[in-house]
């Protein structure tokens, strides 16, 4: 599953240094806003230390893990809805992702200009809100404009369709995100070809000081507060320490350097696996002497989907699936040893894939 999410936010906020640190694709980190004119898109590992619990157990020729494709986006300003500043060639690279990952400068630095001229994440978080509300609007009305006639026919599609979106119109009016309404799932499909931007899952970033690492700070407190009626979850990182991070190839001398400031694991990590759980997504494994591998699916698919990421006919042709817990594959060892003590379950088409199975698909086409 190729999967996206953008980082965006207004500019001078810390994105690129971000991006930089996430993958090996550099964008220019400058102090003037748009740097990054076109979109930079790096594809980062996800961590889990599962893959290592099973490549010591297996002993595979390789091991791939699962990715997540971040995109650099350009920063927006004021006005981008409209134009301003490139801004609908920004606005145009966020509709393709599938989930927004939104940065907020929370650090007071005299040295990097701030395009507001002061550091408020209410005020960075509600710019970039309101352009991305304004260009839905705009989408929503020109859809409303389409429907209405068929609507004012008597046909009850329309209607429905046509009621769907002057709900999603006065809540972007009243300066609402679409993902904030509570809508059937069936009712949704109108709106399935704007591609609306503010209709996407969205993670706060909050790019701190060294000293507000641990702890936070005003800023983020601030922010915290007004995201707490979006459910959405805030991460702090301090972006300069991350790229610093990111240097380290030796896994000891990273550990060292993040126990000096009283982390476990880097917040870019936390980041990582922070976006994965925003779009609702979970690991399987598939484990043989060629290779270990993980693969992405959604919560809730069952085994016949799953069995589909790895080729379209292992779900064509599907009969059953062969599931082993990690805990009993720690015990047992091996393969042979789970299916010596009765831990391999059989699992039909209806069984629901649960996080960090250890699956073997039978198929026949």
Avoid at 59 to 88: C, H, M, W, Y
Avoid at 186 to 192: A, G, H, I, M, Y
Wanted: with cysteine; hydrophobic share 40%; proline share 3%.
């Amino acid at each position: 599953m190729a999967l996206q999410c953008g980082i965006v936010g207004l500019p001078n906020v810390g994105k690129s240094t971000l991006f930089n640190a996430l993958s090996s694709a550099k964008a220019e980190a400058a102090n003037f806003p748009f740097c990054t004119i076109e979109p930079n898109v790096g594809v980062v590992t996800v961590p889990d230390n599962r893959l290592q619990i099973l490549e010591k157990l297996v002993n595979p020729q390789r091991v791939l893990p699962t990715v997540i494709e971040f995109v650099d986006i350009a920063g927006l300003v004021k006005g981008a809805s409209k134009g301003e500043g490139l801004g609908n060639k920004f606005l145009a690279n966020i509709r393709e992702v599938d989930a927004v990952i939104h940065v907020i400068r929370c650090f007071e630095d005299e040295n990097i200009i701030h395009v507001a001229g002061g550091v408020d994440p209410v005020f960075d978080k509600e710019v970039i809100d309101t352009e991305l509300q304004l260009k839905d609007l705009e989408s929503v009305e020109k859809k409303i404009q389409r429907i209405e006639k068929v609507a004012k026919s008597g046909d009850a599609r329309a209607k429905k369709d046509l009621e769907t979106l002057l709900l999603f119109k006065q809540a972007l009016n009243e300066g609402q995100n679409a993902r904030a309404l509570d809508i059937d799932k069936d009712d949704l499909e109108v709106l399935r070809d704007l591609h609306l931007l503010t209709i996407k899952p969205v993670l706060y970033v909050a790019n701190v000081d060294e000293g507000s690492l641990l702890t936070g700070n005003k800023f983020v407190d601030k922010l915290r507060e007004k995201v707490k009626e979006e459910n959405a979850d805030v991460i702090i990182l301090c972006a300069a320490i991350e790229s610093q991070i990111a240097e380290f190839e030796d896994l000891e001398e990273k550990a060292m350097f993040l126990s000096e400031y009283g982390l476990d694991e880097s917040g870019l990590n936390k980041l990582i696996s922070g976006a994965y759980s925003l779009l609702n997504l979970i690991t399987y494994f598939t484990a043989g002497v060629q290779e270990v591998r993980a693969w992405t699916i959604k919560k809730g698919w069952k085994a016949p989907q799953a069995a589909g990421v790895i080729h379209t006919d292992f779900e064509r042709g599907f009969i059953k699936a062969e599931v082993i817990k990690l805990p009993d594959y720690q015990q047992f060892k091996t393969e042979a040893g789970c299916r010596e003590n009765g831990k391999i379950s059989i699992e039909g088409k209806e069984y629901v894939v649960q996080d960090g199975d250890i699956m073997h698909f039978r198929f026949n086409v």
